[in-house]
C-alpha cells in the first residue's frame, strides 16, 4: 500500500502547506495519540525540534493534537533527533515526536515519530495514522477531565550532552584537539559544541546563530564547504558538520578534505571489529554506498548488508540480524549499543576517540579506503512516472549492460523531493559519468 503522508523519514513538506498546516499537524497529533493510548495511566509524548521559523507553529498545532486525545506533552525545545529517541526512552514515554525536515531549507519542516522504545514508527504503524487522517471519523477525542497537560522541560539539552559524553572511551579525553564544529544553525547549536569542549577540546563554533531562517544555509553537513575553509585557515585538527537535526554528520581531515559517510561506517566497523565489539560479522548501509566500501571490508572479512535509502531500513535490518553498525554515506551512522537511530555526535565522537587512539592526523586514520567514481545527479519532475517510459527502461537496460560487473547503477524517485536520483559507480569515470548523464537526460525528456 502507498503511504499518502509518510516519506522515507516521516512526514515532510513545505510549511503552511500541504501536510504541513496546522491543521493537518494538529489532526497528525490526534492520530498518533490515538494509535499510542493503551492502558489506563495517564500517557506522555516528548517532542523536540530543530530552529525553523514554523517550529512554533507546528509544535503548538503538534501539542494540541495530542492533548485533545489525552496525552501529557513535555516540551524540549531545540534538540538533536536523536535526542528526543534517547529521552523518550530515558523519560518512559509512550511516544516521541521530533519537529525538523533535517538537511532541507528552512521554508520545509517535518515531523518525525519514534515509539516507546524509541525507534522510528514501522510502515505498517505509519499506515495506521494514515487511516486516521483519511477518515476522521476514526479520531476520538478524550473526555474532558483526560484532556493531557503541557510542560517545557528545561534540562533536556543537558541530559543529552551527558549521555553523548558518556559514550566516549573513560580514559580518554580530547585534549590537545582543535576542533571545528558546523551546527548548520539546527538543533545541535549547543549541546554539540559543549559536550566537544566538556571533554577537552579545542572548540571553533560555525553555524552556531540560528535566526529561524538560516538553518542548512550554505553550512552543515549539505555544505561542509566553509567547515572545510575553516579546518585549513585554523590548522585544526578536524572538523565536523552535522545537519539540522544533528541526525548526521561529515567529516573534514586535517587537510580540509571532506570524508564521508562511508568512510566513516569503514572506520568504526574496523575498529570495532579489531577489539571484538563489532557485532553481525559485518554492518548495514544502503544501496547508495560505494562499491569501494564493500571492497574494503571484504579484505577485512567482514560483510556489507545493503537496505533500501532510509536510516530507518537500515535500523530495521540492524535489529532483525544482529548488527550494532550502520548507516548512510549522507552520514546518518547508527551505533546500536549507544542510540535507536542516527546520531552525528556520538559518531563524531567514535572517530574522535580512534584518532586519539593512533594518534595520528586525521587524514591518515579517516580514509579507510579508495572509494570507485562515483556520480550522483537528480531530475526534477512535476508528475507523471519517468521511470515506466519505454525510452527511459531501453536506457537503463543499456547502461547496465555496459557497467556490467565492473560497477552499479541505482535508479529511484526520492522519498522526500519531487525528483528521481541517478546513480552510477564503476571503475571507470569518463564511462560512469557518460552512462549518468544519458539517463538524466532520457528520464527529462520522459518527464517533460
Given at each position: 500500500?502507498?503511504?499518502?503522508y509518510f516519506?522515507?523519514?516521516g512526514?515532510?513538506?513545505?510549511?503552511?502547506?500541504?501536510?504541513?498546516?496546522?491543521?493537518m499537524v494538529?489532526?497528525?497529533?490526534?492520530?498518533?495519540?490515538?494509535l499510542y493510548?493503551?492502558?489506563s495511566?495517564?500517557?506522555?509524548?516528548?517532542i523536540?525540534?530543530?530552529?525553523?521559523?514554523s517550529?512554533?507553529?507546528?509544535?503548538?498545532a503538534?501539542?494540541?493534537?495530542?492533548l485533545?486525545?489525552?496525552?501529557?506533552?513535555?516540551?524540549f525545545?531545540?534538540?538533536p533527533t536523536p535526542?528526543?529517541?534517547?529521552?523518550?526512552?530515558?523519560?518512559?514515554?509512550?511516544l516521541?515526536?521530533?519537529?525538523?525536515?533535517?538537511?532541507n531549507?528552512?521554508?520545509?519542516?517535518?515531523?518525525?515519530?519514534?515509539?516507546?522504545d524509541?525507534?522510528k514508527?514501522?510502515d505498517e504503524?505509519?499506515?495506521?495514522?494514515?487511516?486516521?487522517?483519511?477518515?476522521?471519523?476514526k479520531?476520538?477525542?478524550?473526555?474532558?477531565p483526560?484532556?493531557?497537560?503541557?510542560?517545557r522541560?528545561?534540562?533536556?539539552?543537558a541530559?543529552?550532552?551527558e549521555?553523548?559524553?558518556?559514550?566516549?572511551p573513560?580514559?580518554?579525553?580530547?585534549d590537545g584537539?582543535r576542533?571545528?564544529?558546523?551546527?548548520?544553525n539546527?538543533a545541535?547549536?549547543?549541546?554539540?559544541?559543549?559536550a566537544?569542549w566538556?571533554?577537552?577540546?579545542?572548540?571553533i563554533?560555525i553555524?552556531?546563530?540560528?535566526n529561524?531562517?538560516?538553518?542548512?544555509?550554505?553550512?552543515?553537513?549539505?555544505?561542509?564547504?566553509?567547515?572545510?575553509?575553516?579546518?585549513?585557515?585554523?590548522?585544526?585538527?578536524?572538523?565536523?558538520?552535522?545537519?539540522g537535526?544533528?541526525?548526521r554528520?561529515i567529516?573534514?581531515d586535517?587537510?580540509?578534505?571532506?570524508?564521508?559517510?562511508?568512510?566513516?561506517?569503514?572506520?568504526?566497523?574496523?575498529?570495532?571489529a579489531s577489539?571484538?565489539?563489532?557485532?553481525?560479522?559485518?554492518?548495514?548501509?544502503?544501496?547508495?554506498?560505494?562499491?569501494g566500501?564493500?571492497?574494503?571490508?571484504?579484505t577485512?572479512?567482514?560483510?556489507?548488508?545493503?537496505?533500501?535509502?532510509?536510516?530507518?531500513?537500515?535500523?530495521?535490518h540492524?535489529?532483525a540480524?544482529?548488527y550494532?553498525?550502520g548507516?548512510?554515506?549522507?552520514g546518518?551512522?547508527?551505533l546500536?549499543?549507544f542510540?535507536?537511530?542516527?546520531?552525528?555526535?556520538?559518531?563524531?565522537?567514535?572517530?574522535?576517540?580512534?584518532?586519539?587512539?593512533r594518534?595520528?592526523?586525521?587524514?591518515?586514520?579517516?580514509?579507510?579506503?579508495t572509494?570507485?567514481p562515483?556520480?550522483?545527479?537528480?531530475?526534477?519532475?512535476r508528475?507523471?512516472?519517468?521511470?515506466?517510459?519505454?525510452?527511459v527502461?531501453?536506457?537503463?537496460?543499456?547502461?547496465?549492460?555496459?557497467l556490467?560487473?565492473?560497477?552499479?547503477l541505482?535508479?529511484?524517485?526520492?522519498?522526500?523531493?519531487?525528483v528521481i536520483?541517478?546513480m552510477?559507480?564503476?571503475?571507470?569515470?569518463?564511462?560512469v559519468?557518460a552512462?549518468?548523464?544519458?539517463?538524466c537526460?532520457?528520464?527529462a525528456?520522459?518527464?517533460?
Amino acid at each position: 500500500m502507498t503511504r499518502k503522508y509518510f516519506g522515507t523519514d516521516g512526514v515532510r513538506g513545505r510549511a503552511n502547506s500541504g501536510a504541513m498546516t496546522a491543521d493537518m499537524v494538529l489532526k497528525i497529533g490526534m492520530a498518533a495519540g490515538n494509535l499510542y493510548r493503551r492502558g489506563s495511566h495517564r500517557h506522555r509524548v516528548v517532542i523536540g525540534k530543530d530552529t525553523r521559523l514554523s517550529g512554533y507553529m507546528i509544535e503548538n498545532a503538534l501539542t494540541s493534537g495530542l492533548l485533545a486525545s489525552g496525552m501529557d506533552v513535555f516540551l524540549f525545545g531545540p534538540v538533536p533527533t536523536p535526542a528526543v529517541a534517547m529521552l523518550t526512552r530515558s523519560m518512559r514515554a509512550d511516544l516521541g515526536i521530533m519537529i525538523s525536515a533535517s538537511h532541507n531549507p528552512y521554508a520545509d519542516n517535518g515531523i518525525k515519530i519514534f515509539g516507546p522504545d524509541g525507534y522510528k514508527l514501522s510502515d505498517e504503524q505509519e499506515l495506521d495514522i494514515e487511516a486516521m487522517l483519511d477518515d476522521p471519523g476514526k479520531l476520538s477525542l478524550a473526555a474532558s477531565p483526560e484532556i493531557g497537560r503541557a510542560k517545557r522541560i528545561e534540562d533536556a539539552q543537558a541530559r543529552y550532552i551527558e549521555f553523548a559524553k558518556r559514550t566516549f572511551p573513560k580514559d580518554m579525553t580530547l585534549d590537545g584537539l582543535r576542533v571545528v564544529i558546523d551546527t548548520a544553525n539546527g538543533a545541535a547549536y549547543k549541546v554539540a559544541p559543549t559536550a566537544l569542549w566538556e571533554l577537552g577540546a579545542e572548540v571553533i563554533q560555525i553555524g552556531n546563530e540560528p535566526n529561524g531562517i538560516n538553518i542548512n544555509d550554505g553550512c552543515g553537513s549539505t555544505h561542509p564547504e566553509a567547515m572545510c575553509a575553516r579546518v585549513k585557515e585554523l590548522r585544526a585538527d578536524i572538523g565536523i558538520a552535522l545537519d539540522g537535526d544533528a541526525d548526521r554528520v561529515i567529516i573534514a581531515d586535517d587537510q580540509g578534505r571532506v570524508v564521508n559517510g562511508d568512510q566513516l561506517m569503514a572506520l568504526i566497523a574496523s575498529s570495532w571489529a579489531s577489539r571484538g565489539e563489532l557485532r553481525g560479522g559485518g554492518l548495514v548501509a544502503t544501496i547508495m554506498s560505494n562499491l569501494g566500501l564493500e571492497r574494503f571490508l571484504a579484505t577485512e572479512k567482514l560483510s556489507l548488508v545493503r537496505t533500501k535509502v532510509g536510516d530507518r531500513y537500515v535500523v530495521e535490518h540492524m535489529r532483525a540480524h544482529g548488527y550494532n553498525v550502520g548507516g548512510e554515506q549522507s552520514g546518518h551512522i547508527v551505533l546500536s549499543d549507544f542510540s535507536s537511530t542516527g546520531d552525528g555526535l556520538l559518531a563524531a565522537l567514535q572517530v574522535l576517540a580512534e584518532v586519539k587512539r593512533r594518534d595520528k592526523p586525521v587524514s591518515d586514520v579517516c580514509n579507510v579506503f579508495t572509494p570507485l567514481p562515483q556520480i550522483l545527479k537528480s531530475v526534477k519532475f512535476r508528475q507523471g512516472a519517468p521511470l515506466e517510459d519505454r525510452h527511459v527502461s531501453a536506457a537503463i537496460s543499456d547502461a547496465q549492460a555496459r557497467l556490467g560487473n565492473s560497477g552499479r547503477l541505482v535508479i529511484r524517485p526520492s522519498g522526500t523531493e519531487p525528483v528521481i536520483r541517478v546513480m552510477a559507480e564503476g571503475d571507470d569515470e569518463g564511462l560512469v559519468a557518460a552512462i549518468v548523464d544519458e539517463l538524466c537526460g532520457a528520464i527529462a525528456k520522459a518527464a517533460a
